[in-house]
């Protein structure tokens, strides 16, 4: 059997203010051509299908469009929700949807899959919705963790696969042990404490597909996480889009590849100082990216965003990153203020204040000089 393994559509996020719909919808028409070529047997979509818990009615066109589309290749279709999905609506989007097409949403069904025969025999696909523990005592009172309620999971799948028998494919959405998150993406679970599930508690399947983590990743042969189709920030630009195409043999065994997916509008991090960054043509190719700049310049600028959009016209993020930073005196504002002997002082205890340490340069003293004698002019003749 032949399955395509995607996540994370993320259907209605914005990119830095900037709607995604349109090269989302073109990037999922991509991967519906790639299921018909390849002649995808089941597409799983594990979980965040939707980036809100209440999606806008745009969103529910696409999702239903691609859906349909992926159907119409003849393949079977199983999507689950995730954290970001709202159960309920995705849920009531499965009874819109025709024959072919599965949506996973409810804890209860945990342990009963959705069975899809080959030449070679059944096939037990086990759909499981994101698990919010504080959502599940009424079923699983002693689970009070992310590893406590996965692991009740398992068990209820490995339990009702010992008495079918055949080979399984398990659909989650999770943070997997040994797994390397986006830093401040992949938000609302936590990686770290009583959140991360063992890799111990998925064993027993003989493929595992995984959603929540954005970029591509084997924690072992049949463990994996697809990512996201569409970078939806600078912390992804290295990583790869596309999807697993696993291949399931009649003995259970996996073979993985890789379909890579376009990526509409690449992303890129530019670091350097601002004026280098407005003027190096080796920055050529990326006029047209996504684009974040760290410029390193000792000072702030002046309008940095503005200056930059000339040249990059989807220019998105600017961080003021000094490549050196002035070593902060031990000494309060209000020490430094208290000690100054003359207006010049006085000010240069100010800049140090808000320019992270670093005072007046020469140039600046020397207009320092030149206001402060002026006014003293001033109000000599006054």
């Not at 599940?136 to 406590?148: D, K, N, T, V």
Request: charged share 25%.
């Amino acid at each position: 059997m032949r399955i395509l393994h995607t996540s994370d559509w993320h259907i209605g996020r914005t990119f830095h203010g900037h709607s995604t719909l349109d090269a989302l919808r073109d990037v999922l028409a991509v991967m519906t051509e790639q299921v018909r070529e390849h002649r995808v047997d089941v597409v799983v979509v594990a979980g965040d299908v939707f980036d809100s818990a209440t999606p806008a009615a745009a969103c529910y066109s696409v999702l239903t469009d691609t859906l349909r589309a992926m159907a119409d290749t003849g393949a079977c279709v199983i999507v689950t929700s995730g954290n970001h999905d709202s159960a309920a609506r995705l849920g009531f989007q499965s009874g819109l949807l025709r024959g072919g097409i599965h949506v996973v949403t409810d804890p209860a069904s945990v342990g009963t899959p959705i069975t899809i025969p080959d030449a070679a025999g059944p096939v037990h696909f086990y759909g499981i919705p994101y698990l919010e523990p504080a959502l599940l005592r009424h079923l699983w009172p002693e689970a009070r963790s992310q590893a406590a309620v996965m692991d009740r999971a398992m068990d209820l799948i490995r339990a009702d696969l010992s008495e079918r028998g055949g080979r399984s494919v398990a659909i989650a959405h999770c943070f997997a042990a040994g797994v390397e998150p986006t830093p401040h993406l992949e938000r609302d679970i936590q990686q770290g404490g009583l959140d991360v599930v063992p890799l111990a508690g998925l064993a027993g399947i003989d493929y595992v597909a995984l959603g929540h983590i954005h970029g591509r990743q084997q924690l072992a042969p049949a463990i994996r996480y697809s990512g996201a189709p569409l970078h939806y920030s600078f912390g992804e630009g290295d990583k790869p889009r596309g999807s697993w195409l696993v291949d399931l043999d009649a003995d259970g065994h996996v073979e993985t590849s890789w379909l890579d997916l376009p990526v509409p509008r690449p992303v890129v991090t530019l670091r350097g100082p601002l004026a280098d960054i407005l003027a190096d043509p080796a920055h050529l190719p990326h006029e047209s990216s996504w684009v974040c700049v760290e410029y390193t310049d000792t000072l702030p600028e002046r309008d940095p965003m503005r200056r930059l959009q000339e040249r990059f016209a989807f220019c998105a993020k600017v961080v003021h990153a000094p490549a050196v930073v002035a070593e902060r005196s031990s000494r309060t504002y209000v020490q430094r203020v208290r000690s100054a002997r003359n207006d010049a002082e006085l000010v240069d205890a100010f800049l140090v204040h808000v320019r992270d340490g670093a005072g007046a340069d020469e140039s600046e003293r020397e207009l320092l000089a030149e206001i402060l004698d002026e006014r003293v002019r001033v109000e000599a003749l006054a």
